[in-house]
């Protein structure tokens, strides 16, 4: 017997997923010959193990992207739209002004050209009254004890080393860019998709306050017309909240429509719009407008914040999150939609944040998701039928979307129905790991987190 070509002709009985031990009980008699021959089989099996799962979620994966492929011909064609924006991006008003200006900076990072953002009290403000610096604006943070400042710097003090050498060192760990970030999902025609993931939780009935930083909502949408809703914007400038991602987002939570059943029905959602339109297929935040949501949503008491959204490493958002969380909110993130060879994206690789990636309905992992140790969870979140915002180009109330953006908001949702009962924050999560159903290789992994939820 050749102990190779066995190996693999198991791994791949495997991969079709039929278990070994039900193959066996179709082919032997249920009284064993003798004890001599079933060791070894038992001993292939644990050998086997680890090459035929890994075997057939590969198989299950690649015939996930031959779908996914097939049912979305436009993304197909298109790439990645996020790759197509220009290194140099004008945000503009609804008169066609320019407001803002995305660029790629020196730290391979998108974020508002030339501006700055530091954490300074009031005393220390007088520390940027220097040649090449203007300052924006100064914003108290009362939920998180804080004063965001945010400032402009000529091109010569536009690195991180030329302001360092101005500041005191103990303001450097809390300098940063005022990045930008990214939502993560993308939309699919629910007449063009035979596809769906059914609703297998159970509704919270549980009144819970829950919040979310994304979009706007479209707030008059049938779907929401039970729901309690409280908006708040914080975008820059004169800028024109987007509501198509926030709308789907919102939708997955306390969306209820023929089709659509809330997960916190009974919720009052405080939804925090921070993004703007960068182009038609994106969206953009910057790390002020995060930041200010996180403190209007702390200051609301919710109990969980959902974080559809994707990004830099940004310090200033780093310690916001700290902060949050030592209140016992707990904060979710989508892992982010740039591919599994790609790096980490923030929130949801800081420490305290949830991260969520997606899955299909067969429980293969979505094409684009990130992976790494910071996937914490894993949740449907491919072809989710959802809310959809209604304009003139578009009239259908419900849509399928895709991406882990619509994972995010179902994990989200199960800690909000556990803390609602009274649970805390670390019981809350020890319920969820109990409760996970494991995916891909035995115990947390890199692709699927804990496991899958519903």
């Not at 949702?413 to 019981?427: F, K």
């Amino acid at each position: 017997m050749n102990p190779k070509r066995t190996a693999i002709a198991l791994a791949l009985i495997c991969s079709t997923g039929l278990p070994l031990t039900g193959a066996q009980a179709q082919l032997i008699n249920a009284e064993p010959i003798t004890g001599a021959l079933e060791n070894p089989v038992q001993n292939a099996q644990r050998e086997l193990a680890p090459i035929a799962e890994p075997a057939r979620r590969a198989a299950l994966a690649a015939e996930a992207a031959a779908r996914e492929a097939a049912l979305d011909p436009i993304e197909r064609s298109l790439g990645n739209p996020l790759a197509a924006l220009p290194d140099a991006l004008p945000i503009l008003n609804a008169q066609g002004d320019m407001v803002l200006q995305e660029v790629i900076t020196d730290d391979g990072w998108r974020a508002i050209a030339g501006e700055w953002l530091l954490w300074l009290t009031g005393e220390e403000l007088n520390t940027l009254n220097q040649p090449g610096i203007t300052l924006i604006s100064a914003t108290p943070m009362p939920a998180l004890g804080k004063q965001l400042v945010r400032f402009r710097v000529t091109q010569s003090l536009d690195q991180r080393s030329a302001l360092q050498a101005l500041l005191p060192a103990h303001l450097h760990p809390m300098l940063d860019r005022n990045h930008t970030y990214d939502s993560q999902s993308g939309a699919e025609d629910i007449a063009a998709s035979n596809r769906s993931i059914d609703r297998l939780a159970t509704p919270c009935p549980h009144p819970v306050k829950v919040g979310m930083v994304d979009t706007g909502i479209q707030v008059e949408h049938p779907a929401f017309s039970h729901r309690r809703i409280t908006r708040a914007d914080f975008l820059p400038a004169d800028l024109i909240a987007p509501d198509a991602h926030g709308t789907a987002v919102a939708g997955v939570l306390v969306g209820e429509a023929e089709g659509l059943t809330p997960r916190l029905g009974a919720g009052h959602l405080f939804a925090a719009a921070a993004f703007y339109q960068r182009s038609d297929f994106s969206q953009g935040a910057t790390t002020d407008s995060l930041i200010q949501a996180l403190n209007w949503l702390s200051s609301q008491e919710v109990r969980v914040i959902n974080l559809s959204l994707a990004g830099p490493p940004n310090k200033l958002l780093g310690i916001a999150i700290e902060l949050i969380h030592a209140q016992g909110i707990a904060l979710v993130a989508a892992v982010g939609n740039e591919g599994p060879a790609a790096p980490p994206l923030y929130p949801a690789a800081f420490e305290p944040v949830i991260g969520v990636t997606a899955v299909d309905a067969r429980q293969a992992i979505y094409r684009w998701a990130n992976q790494g140790h910071q996937v914490d969870f894993s949740a449907p979140g491919v072809s989710v039928i959802t809310a959809r915002a209604i304009n003139p180009q578009q009239s259908n109330p419900l849509g399928r979307e895709s991406g882990t953006s619509m994972a995010a908001p179902v994990i989200a949702a199960h800690l909000a129905c556990l803390l609602a009962r009274g649970e805390r924050l670390e019981t809350a999560l020890s319920t969820l790991r109990a409760q996970a159903t494991d995916l891909g290789a035995p115990g947390r992994d890199t692709v699927f987190g804990e496991g899958w939820l519903p």
